[in-house]
Every structure is written in C-alpha cells, then in structure tokens.
Nanobody, 122 residues
C-alpha cells in the first residue's frame, strides 16, 4: 500500500488544520492506521491511531483534547483533525499503516507516507 499525506501548512497559534492520508494500491481497511510527528532534531513521536473499522481511537494525552482521528474507508482515507494548534505542534506529520490495531510504536508500522509539514507560528 502507498500512503500520501497532505494538508499541512503554516498556521497561527489557535488555528486548526485537517490532515489527510490517502491510500492507494490496497484497501486501508486491512490496516490499523496511525499518525506520528517528527520535529527537527527530535525522535518520531506517536500521536494517535485508529482501528480498521474506525470504531476506536487512541490519542496521546498531550494532544487528546485538541486532536481527533477519523477514517473514511469508502475513500480509503484517514484524517487527523488538529484544533487549537500551538507552536510546539510544529513538525512533519506522517501517517502509517499497521497490521496491528491501535499500534503505538513506529516499529509496528510497515508502511509510511512521506509526511506533511505543519508549522505553527505567529
């Protein structure tokens, strides 16, 4: 499966962004999907994950009040809705596909998109 993340950009603190991860080559219903982020000079950080059917999500505590994950299996797409963005959310955001459900480590993801850059700055 190939993954393509999109929707990043330059926004101001407090703004919202909705990232998308589109799959091709194979149905994403085969996979639990996850979002990670990587800031310059830092390790890749798990943000959240969603089950194959989209009936359950897990989002890290640091952003769970502001971020939500959803998926549209009919469109083979997964989304990350980010609200009330802060400068510390600045990072490249990557989506991954895993055979595990609600996987939280990068090593559980066998497929990755290329990342989309989110910059939060006034």
């Amino acid at each position: 499966v190939q993954l393509q993340a999109s929707g990043g950009g330059l926004v101001q603190p407090g703004d919202s962004l909705k990232l998308s991860c589109a799959g091709s080559g194979r149905s994403l219903t085969r996979y639990g999907m996850g979002w990670f982020r990587q800031a310059p000079g830092k390790e890749r950080e798990f943000v959240g994950a969603i089950t194959r059917r989209g009936d359950s999500t897990y989002i890290v505590n640091s952003v769970k009040d502001r971020f939500t994950i959803s998926r549209d299996n009919a469109k083979n797409t997964v989304h990350l809705q980010m609200n009330s963005l802060k400068p510390e959310d600045t990072a490249a955001y990557l989506c991954g596909a895993s055979i595990d459900s609600l996987a939280t480590t990068r090593y559980q993801y066998g497929y990755w998109g290329q990342g989309t850059l989110v910059t939060v700055s006034s």
